[in-house]
């Protein structure tokens, strides 16, 4: 939670830690405006369901936070610990968007709306984008 708080500026509503304190059990914080709730990783013995991306290898998931300066974004969160998997830089949908890593393996897409495009010019513009690449 501490991470999330120094990364990103969300605000802590609640925490319950295992009776000795070294596990997180349930985390609430809020983060523009929206809640979202972290906890450690549980044996299946414990009651646990989820694994964490580094029990798994990796992500599924990508959880992309719209904010006005991705660039301070980034960098603020990097100072917290996150590490940058595509550097902040202009795309083709009119945002500028980079992607981090932070310390319990979650995937986080940084956006920032630079110009609003119609679906056309966004359909247009990934073409563009992608011809040559796939």
Request: aromatic letters at 10%; hydrophobic letters at 35%; glycine letters at 12%.
């Amino acid at each position: 939670m501490d991470f999330y708080k120094r990364a990103f500026g969300a605000e802590e509503v609640a925490r319950t830690t295992t009776p000795d304190g070294r596990k997180l059990v349930h985390g609430e914080l809020s983060l523009l405006g929206h809640l979202f709730y972290v906890s450690d990783e549980f044996d299946s013995s414990q009651g646990g369901t989820c694994k964490s991306p580094h029990t798994l290898g990796g992500t599924g998931v990508r959880i992309t936070l719209y904010v006005d300066d991705a660039d301070k974004t980034v960098a603020r969160a990097v100072n917290a610990g996150a590490q940058i998997i595509m550097p902040v830089q202009d795309m083709f949908w009119g945002g500028r968007y980079g992607k981090l890593l932070d310390p319990f393996g979650h995937e986080w897409g940084i956006n920032q709306e630079k110009k609003q495009l119609t679906e056309a010019e966004t359909q247009q513009a990934a073409h563009e984008f992608f011809k040559g690449r796939l």
